[in-house]
């Protein structure tokens, strides 16, 4: 048990990156072990013994006869449950390892049914709901939002993504059908861009807090912030491009054999499973696209923050390091 916690001097240090996370491969491997669907189906009991496992490693005190294996997979539940920044457990639809399973279920039905109107605003509503769980679980912590700013940035996201996908909708009615297939994504990356930066507007207005390489603190850029939520921007819009833009030209093709006509009542589950495939790569794969410790020079900060860091520690620091966000 971990009151019987003995003082262990470890060879590692339980919260280094496993792999390499200057390389989006070393990224992709790190978040092909954090998105890992599976951890959803664990206890909570299970989560809070791999924290205080993983809290403890921390102190120095691990339960006697503990391998590093362990440890591991202690740190990848800790990683997959719980915020980086301020270790609270996150909910159970934002946190990345749901991606695969809600993401497909959610763009299986954008792709399939987008022919109608109604259709096209359940879904959309669907999809930003979804989207503003995730992107208030992800955002920095240390940048408090209202309610009132939540609902504000949900209500211009879902507008965003209803404008784009209604207008669309009406100018490809005479368009070749795979541009109409096309118009879930357009709608999609058209509210990623507004709902995240609007979600996470406080980090924008107050800035986030900047540490050295050795996390010192040394100030809040509003520069950093903008730079984080934008990469995070091109990573959801990237997660979503190869299933929506790849999958609607095979279902074009699909659909015109004799087979596939019979069988109408099975596309929606197909669209779900192959929408699946494709998540349960590009999720990692997006999320790997950029640094999660990101980084800015000390030259592209605000003038006034980077003449306080000059004035305390002279040349010695050369760039600053924030958490991004998810």
Known sequence: TY??????????????????????????KHFLNITDPRTLLLPEEELDRAKALVEGCRAGLVPPGSSQEQLLYAKKLYDSAFHPDSGEKMNFIGRMSFQVPGGMAITGG??????????????????????????????????????????????????????TAVGLNFYTKRAPPLLARWVPFAAVAAANCVNIPMMRQQEIINGITVTDENNNELG???????????????????????????????????????????IRVLHGPLQVLLCGGFLLFMVPAACALFPQRCSLALADLEVELRDSIMAKHGDKVQYVYFNKGL
């Open 220 to 262: 809040r850029s509003r520069r950093a912030a903008v730079k984080g939520i934008a990469q995070v921007a091109v990573s959801r819009i990237t997660m979503a491009a190869p299933g929506m833009i790849i999958l609607p030209i095979i279902m074009e093709r699909l659909e015109k054999f004799t087979f596939m006509q019979r």
């Open 110 to 163: 954008m792709l399939q049914f987008y022919r109608t109107v109604p259709a096209v605003v359940f879904w959309q509503w669907v999809n930003q709901s979804f989207n503003a769980f995730v992107n208030y679980t992800n955002r920095n912590a240390a940048s408090p939002i209202s309610l009132r700013q939540i609902g504000v940035a949900y209500v211009t996201a879902t507008g965003a993504a209803l404008a």
């Open 3 to 28: 009151a019987k916690m003995a003082a262990v001097s470890l060879d590692f240090n339980i919260d280094a990156p496993r792999w390499d996370q200057s390389t989006f491969v070393g990224r992709l």
